[in-house]
């Protein structure tokens, strides 16, 4: 509803202006595995909040607006681009149950990654880390935050 959206709205720029969601990202980057971390509103597309110096800070609307598109195949065609960095989209379950996983190879670094990217109804979720962490750690850490947010009504 309307109503809700509102609400909800209003909670989500609450806590980013609190700074909860920088708490967020900081509980994503503690086990070790993760090296980025971003928290992306959706409606409207705006970071809520990111690692600090992170290449994910860099996120613009037009790269979120790509993840969310309709044509799923141009996303396996063309893979994904976020901040600077180009991935090959690897599972895309997106639409089905918010859950996406694609990799890359960033030029300047030379290491290969994972990208998990979870969506609720107001925000995605997206948080990399270095091969060769298992993709189901990030997957795992992803998913309850998305949970979390379920239950939040976001």
Aim: with cysteine; charged share 20%.
């Amino acid at each position: 509803s309307r109503v809700q959206s509102h609400l909800v709205a209003a909670a989500a720029a609450a806590a980013a202006a609190m700074g909860s969601w920088n708490t967020f990202v900081e509980n994503m980057m503690s086990g070790g595995d993760s090296k980025d971390c971003a928290i992306v509103g959706i409606k409207p597309i705006s970071i809520w909040a990111s690692h600090p110096n992170g290449n994910m800070s860099g996120i613009t609307p037009q790269q979120i607006d790509a993840i969310l598109c309709v044509d799923r195949g141009a996303l396996q065609r063309n893979g994904v681009l976020l901040g600077k960095k180009k991935y090959t989209v690897i599972q895309d379950h997106l639409s089905d149950d918010g859950m996406m996983v694609i990799k890359g190879k960033s030029d300047s670094e030379d290491q290969r990654c994972n990208v998990v990217i979870g969506k609720c109804e107001t925000a995605i979720i997206l948080l990399e880390g270095n091969l060769p962490h298992v993709k189901s750690t990030l997957n795992t850490s992803v998913k309850k935050m998305i949970e979390y947010l379920k239950e939040c009504k976001m």
